[in-house]
């Protein structure tokens, strides 16, 4: 019965020993290499303009006279669902073609302007229909993707321009989490892979392009990593925060696995070898 016995056993240790890499940290995202170059944090923080992009949402206010009077272009609105209007307050979209659409203004293109930009732009364009006019805009979906681990991930709104990593990790609920005031989407709670727990020594900052991204290593666990926290966040980034592996429950799972497996397969084997022998 032992030969019989010998090529199952081979076969589960192989079958635990491959799946176990996977096991002990199935939910890690985005793992860096060690020696991974981060980028340095500039010595003085400069807001950047915020530049349009396709996608964004803005909302247009429009008086007269230099802001004595709100004026409504209510009346010339065409119909698109790229729009909509509230209280004299309009909301368009940044369509594919970086262009908005506009009653009375038609198609403009304001992809890559400024706010400031854009809103002299606009004044200039709507001198033509009334006097001394003053354009309010404000782009109202501006985010950045936060995600704990493997265990939680909320969408925050960028209401600043100066917002930094400490407002938006208080918003968040900070490292651990559990509090989802100010977010949207956000899933709370911990799981026995991680027991909930996240390094502060690891918060890590993905900006830019993608492919290319920057990234910057923040360490919190310290007084010393504050000013770093300092840093002005941009639309679009995104914080992780790398999860404390709870190996202890990873390895007990495995092992509990690895147990049941084999006295399965024990169970058919004794089964087999009885019902051989009559």
Known sequence: MKYILKPYFLFIIATVALSSCV?????RMLKIPADYPYAKFPDSVKIE???????????????????????SISGYSIADA???????????????????????LGELEIVGLTVKQAEEL????????????????????????????????????????????FEVLAKAGGVAGGNTNGTVGASGGSNNLTNGMNYASKVKIIRGDLKKPEIYLVDLSKIEGLKDADI???????????????????????????????????????????????
């Open 23 to 27: 096991t002990l940290n199935p939910s």
């Open 49 to 71: 303009p915020y530049k349009i992009a396709i996608n964004d949402v803005i909302s247009f206010s429009l008086y007269t006279n230099d802001g004595f009077k709100m004026a």
């Open 82 to 104: 790229s729009t909509g209007s509230s209280g004299g307050i309009t909301t368009f979209k940044v369509r594919s073609n970086g262009k908005i659409k506009m009653p009375i």
């Open 122 to 165: 606009l004044e200039e364009k709507f001198k033509q229909y009334f006097v001394n006019p003053f354009v309010i805009l404000e782009i109202t979906n501006k985010r950045i993707y936060f995600f704990r681990g493997g265990t939680s991930a909320s969408i925050v709104s960028l209401e600043n321009e100066n917002t930094t990593l």
């Open 232 to 278: 002005i966040m941009q639309a679009n980034d995104i914080v992780y925060i790398e999860p404390v592996i709870n190996y202890a429950y990873n390895i007990t799972s495995d092992i509990s696995s690895f147990t049941g497996l084999i006295t399965s397969v024990l169970s058919v084997v004794l089964l087999y070898t009885l019902i051989t022998k009559k």
